[in-house]
């Protein structure tokens, strides 16, 4: 299968600082991305859908100006945190579409702690 | 808007012991019924896409189904290793975020030796 893989696998920042997360494609082109959300004991909750050379699109209740999404190339999405809070603290993952209407893979998750 | 319920939220099983899990989901057009598991910490990992009613994919023990509005995960002849959870999730046929997911809640699965 496909691989996606994430860094960095964890993040201790401190409250009012922004943090980078990257995804990235491995072995395959992906021209859509997604970010997504997951707290403790909870199923996952998609944050926005990230396409290359345009913008991303975010969904209902979450702030296009706190979570900044770049994807610069068809390998590299990257998921900026700007100034963080405690209660940004979570589990972030993103997922990569192998091209058409295929499968989705996930990458392995970015365990951020905003103290 | 999409919906999916998983059932039961918890299962528990014995090594050995079969049994499945159900995936309940409302979408206006489906593009594909996803099965993942995920490891605690961990990202989900792939298991199985199903496309259309009447299919069916297996893999080792776990074999998936698709009718027009359920699918069911069967588990046979379970091993402690199984022990993760499983979700699933559609994607539906419209909308501006092709390919996006709708996930349900999950079903946590043990196996006991």
Redesign the interface.
Same mark, same amino acid.
């Given at each position: 299968?496909a691989v996606?893989s994430?860094h960095p696998s964890w993040v201790i920042c401190k409250s009012g600082t922004s943090v980078k997360i990257e995804c990235r494609s491995l072995d395959f082109q992906a021209t859509?991305m997604?970010w997504y959300r997951q707290f403790p004991k909870?199923?996952?909750?998609?944050m926005a859908?990230s396409n290359e050379g345009s913008k991303a699109?975010y969904e209902q209740g979450v702030e296009k100006d706190k979570f900044l999404i770049n994807h610069a190339s068809l390998t590299l999405s990257t998921l900026t945190v700007t100034s963080a809070h405690p209660e940004d603290s979570s589990?972030y993952?993103c997922?990569a579409?192998a091209g058409g209407?295929g499968?989705?893979?996930?990458?392995?998750?970015t365990?951020l702690t905003v103290t | 808007e999409d919906q999916v319920t998983q059932s039961p939220e918890a299962l528990r099983l014995q090594e050995g012991e079969s049994s499945s899990l159900n995936c309940s989901y409302t979408v206006s057009g489906l593009?594909?019924l996803?099965w993942?598991r995920q490891d605690p910490?961990?990202?989900?990992?792939?298991l199985f $896409?199903l496309y259309s009613a009447g299919e069916e994919k297996e893999k080792e023990r776990l074999k998936a189904t698709l009718t027009k509005k359920e699918s069911f995960l069967h588990i046979t002849a379970p091993k402690p290793e199984d022990s993760a959870t499983y979700?699933c999730a559609v994607?539906d046929a419209g909308g501006?975020?092709?390919?996006?997911? $709708?996930?349900?809640?999950?079903t946590i699965l043990t196996v006991h030796p």
């Open positions: 299968g996606v994430q859509t997604f909870q199923s996952l909750m998609l859908t699109t589990f993952i997922s579409v209407p499968e989705q893979y996930f990458g392995p998750g365990r | 593009r594909g996803f993942y910490g961990k990202g989900p990992e792939f $896409t979700l994607r501006t975020s092709y390919g996006k997911l $709708t996930f349900g809640q999950g």
